[in-house]
């Protein structure tokens, strides 16, 4: 078949690299537009556009998917289908109607688990044992078209969101891949997606990935994991942002305050609204991530100083 692939960040780097690798031929690749990176600020073109230049492949980067001379370059270019992975924006209908097998999409939960714009982080966030991938049609619904296939994985104890995410766009590149070969042999019907389990996993915002000290412990793990790396859990410290790392839960005590810190020996131990969690890296505003214990020496911790005031 011939394929237009869209996506835009790293995690739809292993589908596209496993669909230039099979029997269909990819003539195209839509992205978002090149965006400011870098100290400097200067435009820099996707990861998925660099791949495909590199590949020798033709780079469509429409700033609205609904542009007439965008439009008119898919029709004209006229692909069997049209995998995503990760693109960044809304497809219009005149667009979903150009490939005769539509658009298909990769997308990070075995749905109608999380749909939206941040299904890994959410997963973690949950707690989920289990989560997985799905291509499904898309339609002019959020994640909501009919499903071709699913592969699943384990939510490991330890996982933040990238991990996850790293072994998702990896299994979930050879999901797609087989979705395009059933969809070509003409064996693959999608299944509607069932009415119960629906969940939503709207974009996480900085705000959300502040650390409330008094929640459970549980519940702080879960965020900071959830969060990693992006956008980043955090509190404050003496007025500034401290970024925060994974965190242990601690052992055998409970009797700090919430956000309260304690060092012993090498170990930097805060106070939550359950037991305490001892802290793995930190990163203080303006400086390199670092080992809590380094921080706390040179922070000078004075008796009762707290995380989160």
């Given at each position: 078949m011939k394929?237009v692939f ?6 739809a780097?292993p ?5 230039i ?5 990819v003539a195209?690749v ?5 965006a400011p990176?870098?100290?400097?600020r200067?435009?820099v073109?996707s990861?998925?556009?660099q791949?495909?230049e ?11 998917p609904?542009?007439?001379e ?7 270019i ?5 995998p995503v992975?990760?693109?960044g924006?809304l497809l ?8 005769r097998f ?8 075995l749905l109608?688990a ?13 707690g989920d044992?289990?989560?997985g991938?799905?291509?499904?049609l898309i339609?002019e619904g959020l994640?909501t078209?009919?499903v071709?296939?699913?592969v ?14 790293e072994r998702?766009s990896r299994s ?7 979705t395009?070969?059933?969809l070509?042999a ?5 299944l ?7 969940s939503l ?6 705000e ?5 000290w008094?929640v459970?412990a549980l519940?702080?793990?879960?965020v900071?994991?959830?969060?990693t790396?992006?956008?980043g859990a ?6 500034e942002?401290?970024?925060l790392?994974?965190v ?7 009797e700090?305050a ?5 060092v ?6 805060v106070?939550?609204?359950s037991?305490?969690?001892e802290l793995?890296?930190?990163q203080p505003?303006g400086?390199?991530?670092?080992a ?5 020496r040179?922070?000078r ?7 989160g005031?």
């Amino acid at each position: 078949m011939k394929l237009v692939f869209a996506g835009t960040p790293e995690p739809a780097l292993p589908a596209l690299e496993a669909l230039i690798a099979s029997r269909h031929e990819v003539a195209a690749v839509v992205t978002r537009p090149d965006a400011p990176a870098g100290r400097g600020r200067k435009l820099v073109a996707s990861p998925v556009a660099q791949l495909a230049e590199e590949a020798g492949i033709e780079v469509l980067k429409p700033v609205r998917p609904r542009e007439p001379e965008f439009l008119a370059r898919l029709a004209e270019i006229a692909p069997d289908c049209c995998p995503v992975v990760a693109y960044g924006a809304l497809l219009p209908k005149a667009a979903l109607d150009i490939p005769r097998f539509g658009w298909v999409n990769l997308h990070f939960s075995l749905l109608p688990a999380w749909r939206g714009a941040a299904p890994v982080q959410h997963a973690v966030l949950a707690g989920d044992e289990i989560t997985g991938a799905s291509t499904f049609l898309i339609e002019e619904g959020l994640d909501t078209g009919p499903v071709y296939g699913t592969v699943t994985e384990t939510v490991r104890f330890d996982d933040t969101s990238g991990d996850l995410l790293e072994r998702l766009s990896r299994s979930g590149a050879r999901l797609l891949a087989a979705t395009m070969d059933g969809l070509d042999a003409g064996d693959l019907t999608p299944l509607p997606q069932s009415i119960d389990g629906v969940s939503l996993a709207p974009k996480i915002s900085v705000e959300d990935a502040r650390v409330d000290w008094a929640v459970p412990a549980l519940r702080i793990d879960r965020v900071v994991r959830g969060c990693t790396p992006a956008p980043g859990a955090w509190t404050l410290f003496r007025g500034e942002r401290l970024k925060l790392g994974p965190v242990r839960l601690a052992v055998g005590r409970a009797e700090l305050a919430p956000g309260e810190i304690e060092v012993v020996k090498n170990t930097v131990r805060v106070g939550t609204g359950s037991h305490e969690v001892e802290l793995g890296e930190v990163q203080p505003q303006g400086k390199k991530r670092m080992a809590a214990a380094d921080w706390a020496r040179g922070s000078r911790l004075e008796p009762g100083e707290r995380l989160g005031a």
